[in-house]
């Protein structure tokens, strides 16, 4: 099988001009069929509150109501998606920005309320992997923001980390599919004050032990619970770092295996 790599960017490199920078960079040099992925909720908070409109947040999770799907679609599907897209262009990449929506690549559901009512919040239903090949196929690099829909018009606040993992169990399907989550620390770390201490192999028996003795905290937890997840539905390989793990130099990172 022809090997895929779905890589995901969060909102500190989004953030930071130079970063985003050498991280495109990165990400057009590499070699083979790739998809990206990214966020952008810092630079939302910021434009809603320039436009007057509170951001609530609970439990790291954006409470999304009309208002704010309206600046996440300018922020997510427009200014940061088509940014993103011209400087692929630039660097010789033919990439093409995409939300769920588009081409009817991924359809959520509205998540239902229970204890928090999280207003227009998708929870992903199903991935149109063979539209998304037919891109791949025609040599275009697909971009997709941290939006999807509903299938009946509505478009839905998408957790970014969730949209990676489930594109990347579609296209196994069709791929020899690997994951690339890019975030500012070097990878999984044994001791979170010293940021050199990667832990370079996660398996799930290791998971457990490290679970056990409290060396994970809990932001950690959901991202590697969806790293699982993702195995255990034909990913081949997850790995967790900083953007340089996608050079063949740097070896400190984290890469998750079943």
């Known amino acids: 099988m022809e090997k895929l790599s779905i890589i995901k960017i969060g909102g500190n490199i989004i953030e930071d001009e130079a970063s985003l920078n050498a991280f495109l960079k990165l990400f057009s040099n590499l070699e083979g069929k790739k998809i990206l992925v990214h966020g952008g909720g810092k630079r939302a908070t910021h434009i809603a509150s320039k436009l007057g409109i509170e951001s609530k947040m609970v439990n790291g999770r954006r409470i999304t109501d009309a208002e704010t799907l309206e600046v996440i679609t300018m922020v997510y599907g427009g200014l940061v998606n088509k940014n993103v897209v011209a400087k692929l262009q630039a660097m010789g990449t033919d990439a093409i920005g995409l939300t769920g929506a588009d081409i009817n690549s991924i359809q959520s559901d509205k998540r239902p309320v229970k204890e928090i009512d999280f207003g227009f919040v998708g929870d992903v239903k199903k991935v149109a992997n063979n539209s998304i090949d037919k891109l791949i196929k025609a040599d275009f690099t697909p971009v ?115």
């Open 144 to 258: 997709f923001c941290a939006i999807t829909h509903d299938g009946k018009g509505q478009l839905l606040n998408t957790n970014a980390d969730t949209i990676t993992s489930t594109i990347a169990v579609g296209m196994s399907e069709l791929y020899d599919t690997s994951i690339y989550y890019c975030f500012e620390l070097n990878g999984v770390l044994q001791d979170f004050d010293d940021k050199d201490s990667v832990i370079k192999h996660i398996d799930s028996k290791t998971y457990q032990q490290l679970l056990k003795d409290e060396v994970i905290s809990d932001g950690m937890i959901p991202k590697l619970d969806n790293c699982f997840d993702a195995l255990h539905n034909g990913v081949q390989k997850v790995h967790i770092g900083n953007t340089s793990m996608l050079t063949k130099e740097n070896e400190l990172f984290t890469t998750i295996t079943l």
